[in-house]
């Protein structure tokens, strides 16, 4: 079993819709908790760090609930320039960093 | 303020060979990691240099090795190359040994190995 389990995808959806993405982890001792989007051919970037309090970043939020072991991102009026791969990702103390395989997003007209 | 750096953009390389990638960090950060990254997969970590040495080590055989040099750029070697090392390196750079900072990956070296 991956020790970050994403739903591959890809999610196809139109403009403006509001999508949400989910992530497992397995090991209780991770501390630190990201979604990363990779464009096609391009590097990880930090989209958003993620607390048990939850967070928002514009139409970007995302959620942790450390006792299910479970992160999400929600995105709200989806743009086409959304369309990414979006990756989870765990750490432990900050070390190195875990990802999982990633979900597909395409946003279409 | 310049970013993570790497070098070459692009590497075709056959069976058995060896090679080396270059990376260097963001400017300040001390800390460098390496993640290999396969087709429709995620980064996978390989190691991680602090105070030119490696703290940490993912699944990766000996074939895998790297150095940081005292202004802190690294490299990633690789010998006796096989076709499954065909991937997406990627360095990411950190400050202080990277304990709870965020990471900023490079736009990596892809290399093919035929």
């Known amino acids: 079993r991956k020790e970050v389990e994403q739903d591959p995808g890809p999610f196809n959806v139109p403009e403006g819709a509001t999508v949400a993405f989910n992530c497992t982890y397995s090991?209780?001792?991770?501390?630190?908790f990201f979604w990363y989007r990779q464009d096609c051919r391009k590097e990880p970037k930090l989209l958003m760090s993620?607390?048990?309090s939850g967070n928002e970043d514009g139409r970007f939020t995302a959620q942790l609930n450390r006792a299910s072991q479970y992160i999400s991102l929600l995105i709200r009026d989806s743009k086409l320039s959304d369309s990414a791969t979006y990756l989870c990702?765990?750490?432990?103390?900050?070390?190195?960093?875990?990802f999982g395989t990633g979900t597909r997003l395409q946003v279409f007209p | 303020d310049a970013g993570v750096t790497q070098s070459p953009t692009h590497l075709i390389k056959t069976r058995g060979q060896q090679v080396t990638l270059r990376c260097s960090p963001k400017?300040?950060?001390?800390?460098v990691s390496w993640y290999q990254q396969a087709l429709g997969q995620g980064p996978q970590f390989i190691f991680q240099?602090?105070?030119?040495?490696?703290?940490q080590r993912g699944n990766f055989p000996d074939r895998f090795s790297g150095h940081q040099f005292p202004n802190y750029s690294s490299e990633l070697n690789v010998n006796a190359l096989l076709l499954g090392d065909s991937a997406l390196y990627l360095c990411?750079?950190?400050?202080?040994?990277?304990?709870?900072?965020?990471?900023?990956f490079g736009p990596g070296t892809r290399l093919l190995v035929l």
């Open positions: 990411a750079s950190s400050l202080g040994g990277g304990a709870g900072e965020t990471q900023y």
């Open positions: 090991n209780s001792a991770s501390q630190s």
């Open positions: 993620v607390y048990s």
């Open positions: 990702v765990v750490s432990r103390r900050g070390d190195k960093l875990i």
């Open positions: 400017s300040g950060h001390d800390t």
């Open positions: 240099y602090y105070e030119e040495e490696e703290r």
